[in-house]
Structure formats: C-alpha cells, structure tokens
C-alpha cells in the first residue's frame, strides 16, 4: 500500500516538471501582450519594418499598388483588410508580399487593435 502511495507521488511530481517544461518550451505565446495595444508604440513599428518598404506614402504608387498605409486613417480605413492579408487568407495576396508571414503574436496584437476599433492611440 505504501509502495503505491510513492509510486503517485513520483507520477505527481514528473507530470508538474513536464508542465513547467511546456511554459518555457512556448514563452512566446504565454508572453504575448495584447492588453492595451497601442498604434504608435505597437502598430507603426511593425508596419515600419514589414511594410512601408511598399507601401509608406512615397512606395505605395511603385510598389504597393496604390495602397498607402503610412497615415492612421488610411490603415483604419483599411484594417479588416490588412487582418486578412497578414493571415494569408485564401483569394487575396498574402502580406507581406515575398516575405514570412509575421509571427503569431505580432497578428493577434494586430487583430486586438483592429478589435479595439482601431484607435489612432
Ligand atoms: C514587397 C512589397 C510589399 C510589402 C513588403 C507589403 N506589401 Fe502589401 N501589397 C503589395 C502589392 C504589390 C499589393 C497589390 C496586390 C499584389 O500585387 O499582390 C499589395 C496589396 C496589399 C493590400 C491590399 C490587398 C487587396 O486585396 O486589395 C493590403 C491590405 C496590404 N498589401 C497590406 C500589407 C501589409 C499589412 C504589409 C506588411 C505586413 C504589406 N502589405 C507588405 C506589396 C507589398
């Protein structure tokens, strides 16, 4: 009786340490912030570095078809839109054009912002 009593303990103590193991296998999606999203400190940074090589007021005539997604009204205005690119939605271009799809945390802070209304914050 006793025997079967430790045998648990181990098997409670080996199934805590393999759920430790699983926080700090995935840190990326335990720390992924999306409270409180801010457009100048949380969105324009990564339109800066995924988009504005084509899309930034200047590019958008030569390279992002017309889309310019550089003022806050042009990217609100735009927003469900911009959600569905970035998660390579079936029947329109996947964004950004020739590059990795962006990382899971960066959409859903994109898609917290757009749920947000997309304020100009
Ligand atoms: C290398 C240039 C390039 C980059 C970088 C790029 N785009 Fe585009 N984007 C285009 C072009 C060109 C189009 C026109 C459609 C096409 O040719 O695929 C387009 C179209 C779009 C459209 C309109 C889609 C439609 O159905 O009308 C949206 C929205 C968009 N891009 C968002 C983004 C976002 C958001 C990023 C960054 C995460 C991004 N793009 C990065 C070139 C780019």
Redesign the pocket.
């Known amino acids: 009786m006793k025997k079967k009593l430790i045998y648990l303990l181990i098997l409670m103590l080996a199934s805590a340490c393999s759920w430790e193991n699983e926080e700090t296998f995935y840190p990326e999606a335990e720390n992924c912030d999306t409270l409180d999203v801010s457009y100048a400190m949380d969105i324009v940074p990564?339109?800066s570095n995924?988009?504005?090589?084509?899309?930034s007021n200047a590019n958008a005539p030569d390279?992002?078809?017309g889309?310019a997604?550089e003022d806050h009204a042009d990217v609100s205005a735009?927003s469900s839109?911009?959600v569905?690119?970035?998660n390579h939605m079936e029947g329109?271009?996947?964004?950004?054009?020739?590059?990795d799809k962006?990382d899971d945390c960066t959409i859903s802070i994109?898609e917290a912002w757009v749920n947000d209304g997309s304020p100009e914050n």
């Open positions: 990564v339109l995924h988009c504005y090589s084509c899309h390279f992002g078809s889309n997604f735009s839109l911009i569905k690119v970035i329109i271009p996947a964004m950004p054009k020739n590059s962006l994109i």
